[in-house]
């Protein structure tokens, strides 16, 4: 794995956040969390301004506080500077009729509950 | 005989209307051969004919023979003719009135059909109000249900993931290390969760099939036997630890389908998961058999189907078979319906045959071929 490489995580649930970070951690992957939708927006539009920092793997919630997974993948995929992010979704959520209608597609889909932390750091880690 | 016996009942006319009335006959759906025996008026019609024919001869015989020994009409001719004609007269008054009679009859029988056709008419569409308004009512219900187990499910998921998470790091060693009774009880914690987990998502699948919900996402270009070598890994310990074989004959080509294979996996796992916690002697084994579909037969040597079941097999939930509830193994009863559930999600065909109790029994799915 090489060590410039990144992930973002954003999650809200701090359970969540405290178990894939100590995951990730452990298996010595370079990680940053968002906790908030907005924020991970923000943060999104910045890396296409400059077009520079891009994370290799970015891994979203369905369900956050404020906006919706579906709404970042969205902006991800939509802009030429960061379409090429790849995007895993790692959800509790799995209701295939509010998947099936999105166009924007994410690379993978993740149910949190099917993949253990220290599985989902060694997928990571094997996908960088 | 069923419909005089319903006119009987309902009383709007005595069987004595089929018995004068052609049309009544007809309209009830006497056959021909059956009709002349019932229609009475047909047959006073017919009697009255054959009578005039009869004294037209009679006539023409008598003037004959008063011309042949008088040589002129006889007042005995005369009076002939005369108690002939009021012979005539009685009979056609009485075919008339006969014929009358049975008009009215059938007038009346018609009103009274109408009226109980118009009646039930009128029952039949306050019942189909009443049903539809009920099954109306049972379908919001049976939804609301399945959305309120839909949302208990996700929010159940949310803090098993963190208990799977939190115990997964636990025995990583993230945490510290543990004295080994502490390790075995984390242990245990594990395979709880998992069950746990496995059981929520069960049910989340079993009421995303009844809210009618496509489950399964098909991709190109799923390989079947990767599948199934994962799954004889995961269950080799158990057949091991049983002493029973678990053999997968790998095919020749390599078999490829359009699959959602995290469901395919579960409806797999389903299938041989039970072949093996059936089975207490002998084996499993797995084949694949390509020609115009793929079929994947697992064939056990356990503890069968008796064969009124084999066809019920994956239609119930919460239903195990007889000789299931027999054996020590624990079971929810749902893994087929959710297997065979998810093969026809994948447009496939899934059955069981068994020789009956005792004698194993083979489970076959069959996919569509890959164009």
Redesign the interface.
């Known amino acids: 794995m090489d060590k410039n490489k990144k992930i973002f995580l954003i999650e809200d649930d701090p359970n969540m956040v405290e178990i894939y970070s100590e995951a990730f951690k452990a298996a010595s992957i370079d990680f940053e969390v968002i906790r908030l939708g907005r924020e991970a927006i923000k943060k999104i539009k910045t890396i296409a301004e400059n077009n520079k920092d891009k994370p290799n793997i970015i891994l979203v919630d369905l369900i956050l506080p404020d906006i919706n997974g579906i709404e970042i993948l969205k902006e991800i995929k939509n802009n030429e500077n960061t379409k090429d992010i790849r995007v895993f979704i790692l959800s509790n959520y799995s209701d295939p009729d509010f998947l099936k209608t999105e166009k924007v597609k994410a690379e993978k889909f993740i149910l949190k509950a099917d993949i253990k932390p220290t599985q989902l750091a060694e997928l990571i880690k094997k996908e960088l | 005989m069923e419909i005089e016996k319903k006119f009987q009942k309902e009383q709007i006319g005595q069987p004595e209307y089929v018995n004068k009335n052609c049309w009544l006959a007809k309209t009830l759906g006497y056959p021909p051969s059956k009709r002349c025996q019932y229609c009475e008026s047909n047959f006073r019609n017919c009697l009255f004919s054959n009578y005039l024919i009869i004294s037209l001869v009679l006539i023409l015989f008598l003037i004959t023979l008063s011309f042949l020994v008088e040589g002129k009409i006889s007042n005995l001719l005369v009076i002939s003719i005369f108690i002939l004609i009021i012979v005539y007269g009685y009979f056609f008054n009485k075919s008339t009135e006969k014929i009358i009679e049975a008009n009215f009859s059938q007038r009346k029988a018609k009103e009274a059909l109408e009226k109980l056709t118009e009646k039930l008419e009128s029952q039949v569409e306050k019942r189909t109000e009443e049903l539809k308004k009920a099954n109306g009512e049972l379908k919001n219900l049976d939804k609301s249900k399945n959305q309120f187990l839909?949302a208990t499910q996700?929010h159940l998921?949310?803090p098993?993931?963190?208990i799977?998470?939190?115990v997964?790091?636990l025995l990583?060693g993230?945490y510290g290390e543990q004295n080994k009774k502490t390790r075995e009880i984390i242990g245990k914690l594990r395979m709880l969760t998992d069950d746990l987990?496995k059981i929520?998502?069960e049910f989340?699948d079993i009421t995303?099939f009844q809210l009618g919900?496509?489950?399964?996402?098909l991709k190109p270009g799923v390989q079947l036997e990767p599948i199934l070598e994962e799954m004889i890994g995961q269950l080799k310990l158990e057949a091991d630890s049983k002493g029973i074989y678990l053999k997968f004959n790998k095919p020749k080509n390599i078999c490829t389908v359009k699959a959602d294979p995290?469901k395919l996996k579960v409806a797999l796992y389903n299938i041989i998961d039970n072949a093996v916690k059936y089975t207490l002697k002998g084996g499993v084994v797995i084949n694949i058999i390509k020609d115009d579909v793929v079929k994947i037969i697992v064939k056990d040597t356990g503890i069968g189907i008796a064969s009124e079941n084999t066809k019920s097999l994956f239609g119930k939930t919460f239903e195990r078979g007889e000789t299931a509830r027999k054996t020590f193994v624990t079971g929810r009863g749902i893994g087929l319906y959710i297997s065979g559930e998810i093969i026809k999600a994948h447009n496939g065909k899934i059955w069981a045959e068994s020789e009956g109790e005792d004698k194993g029994s083979t489970f076959f799915i069959e996919l569509p071929l890959e164009k």
């Open positions: 839909l996700h998921r949310t098993l993931t963190s799977m998470g939190y997964d790091l990583g993230s987990i929520v998502n989340l995303q919900k496509e489950v399964v996402i995290v």
